[in-house]
């Protein structure tokens, strides 16, 4: 909150923020290869599809008001992407 008592007081969110982005900045190239190449072996198809099923699964669930993380979704289509080449189910798994 910004208030003007004489001296301006600054907003913590901004802060946070900030940290936020050049973590990113910085750091985020380590989980992008640690994801797409250390886990996983996509390729670039692989790739756009695991973003594509994120992207629609977190529209989804923000147009119907469910709280969800990000990174688990991401991460879920990503071992899903890689998972569809030549996968065979021998045994299928419980419905719960």
Not at 16 to 26: E, P, S, W
Not at 83 to 89: E, F, I, Y
Request: hydrophobic fraction near 50%; charge should be positive; aromatic fraction near 8%.
């Amino acid at each position: 909150m910004l208030r003007f008592h004489g001296a301006v007081e600054r907003d913590p969110t901004l802060a946070a923020n900030a940290a936020i982005a050049l973590g990113t900045y910085f750091g985020g190239w380590r989980i992008v290869h640690t994801m797409g190449s250390r886990i996983t072996k996509l390729k670039p198809v692989g790739g756009f599809c695991a973003e594509a099923a994120g992207a629609i699964t977190l529209f989804s669930t923000a147009l119907a008001g469910i709280p969800v993380s990000t990174t688990h979704t991401i991460t879920g289509a990503i071992v899903g992407a890689y998972g569809m080449p030549g996968a065979v189910v021998e045994r299928p798994l419980p419905v719960m």
